[in-house]
């Protein structure tokens, strides 16, 4: 009989608690390399499913009554997960095992570069040239065909070089070192959270602005120009390393909106209007992200071990990073969108079943 957001907050304690559970299970080196390696190839179908077909394809899943209908959607998942980890393991990782700091960081991207390409362009123009399942596979194949290409031309390793995990081959010699390129795009992907946070106010109060590829060009730019800003602000101008920064500022963020707008589904301010609304709910997830965050540090030696924090192999901010956007972040999303928080919310979904009727 739960109703939000009481069925949000029961239903995100119980996944962090199995996420825990799950991460409890390796050693620091199996669970940084080919466990969060595992369950992040995942995450780009996860997108396509959750946003691109609404949880409406593929048809043999989406007829089916809960639970059956989260089991098959999410048997999608590791079908593409195998078939692009495989060719991202023989590409961006070289056929080396355990996996390469390259095909982590590879890895990682191509999950932002599918937030992009199936959020802020809508899945365009995929979705406009093809039929949903057709254009949801094209879709995840040109995520991962952007994303290498970017990798190329962003990426080098040159720091890296002497430490044991580097390998020469494998290196793209691109523009930035490795980590400032995927921390940008990691402060990129927080500004696109915080503008679902005001649902795209004020760039909703244009008509023309919301079509595609218009709003995708616009929010791009956006989403760029402010996420610079913040990584310059935070690295450049307060002096911060740059994977701490990572670790305090957008990555608690985008975990506390997951679980203020997925999870709790909007719940706390959802009869306010824009502007005030997206300012408090982006305030809650800055909040919650961070006590998340700060809950999740605690646990860490009692999960894990003790680890250590900071160059050269910023083990402790690789293990946080990892728990919560690698492991806990899809496991949420699934929850939330895949099974639609059954059985908790089974009453209440029934409900609004029998009053469609």
């Known amino acids: 009989m739960l109703k939000q957001p009481a069925t949000g907050l029961l239903a995100t304690a119980i996944v962090m608690a199995v996420s825990l559970l799950f991460i409890s299970l390796f050693d620091f080196p199996t669970f940084s390399g080919w466990a969060t390696l595992a369950l992040m190839f995942l995450i780009p179908m996860e997108i396509v499913v959750g946003v691109t077909w609404g949880c409406r394809y593929p048809g043999f899943a989406a007829r089916r009554g809960q639970p059956w209908k989260g089991v098959l959607l999410a048997s999608v998942l590791p079908v593409a997960g195998a078939i692009f980890g495989a060719i991202y393991f ?26 992009w390409m199936a959020i802020i362009l809508g899945g365009w123009p995929f979705t406009a040239l093809m039929r949903p399942v057709a254009a949801g596979i094209a879709l995840v194949t040109a995520c991962y065909a952007v994303n ?111 679980v203020m707008l997925n999870m709790l589904q909007g ?48 083990d402790f901010e690789r293990w946080l990073a990892s728990a919560l956007l690698g492991v806990t972040f899809p496991l949420l999303v699934l929850y939330a969108e895949f099974f639609k928080f059954w059985p908790l919310a089974k009453a209440e979904a029934a409900r609004r079943a029998a009053r469609a009727v």
């Open 90 to 115: 023989y590409t961006a990782g070289g056929g080396v095992s355990p996996p390469t700091p390259m095909l982590a960081m590879c890895t990682i991207v191509s999950v932002i570069v599918a937030f």
């Open 148 to 258: 290498y290409a970017l990798f190329r031309i962003f990426f080098n390793y040159d720091f890296m070089r002497g430490a044991p995990v580097y390998v020469a081959s494998l290196d793209p010699r691109g523009m930035f070192p490795a980590w400032n390129a995927l921390v940008f795009a990691m402060s990129a992907l927080g500004v696109m959270f915080l503008m679902l946070h005001f649902e795209l106010w004020p760039l909703s109060k244009s008509a023309a602005l919301m079509k595609q590829p218009a709003l995708g060009l616009v929010w791009t730019v956006i989403v760029l120009g402010l996420g610079g800003l913040v990584f310059y602000a935070g690295v450049s101008g307060a002096g911060m390393d740059v994977v701490a920064f990572m670790v305090r500022i957008p990555v608690p963020f985008i975990f506390g909106t997951i």
């Open 267 to 314: 719940s706390l301010f959802a009869k306010l209007t824009q502007p005030l609304k997206g300012l408090l709910s982006a305030a809650a997830a800055m909040i919650a992200g961070a006590a998340l965050s700060w809950m999740y540090q605690a646990l860490a030696p009692a999960v894990t071990g003790k680890l250590t924090a900071g160059p050269p192999g910023y």
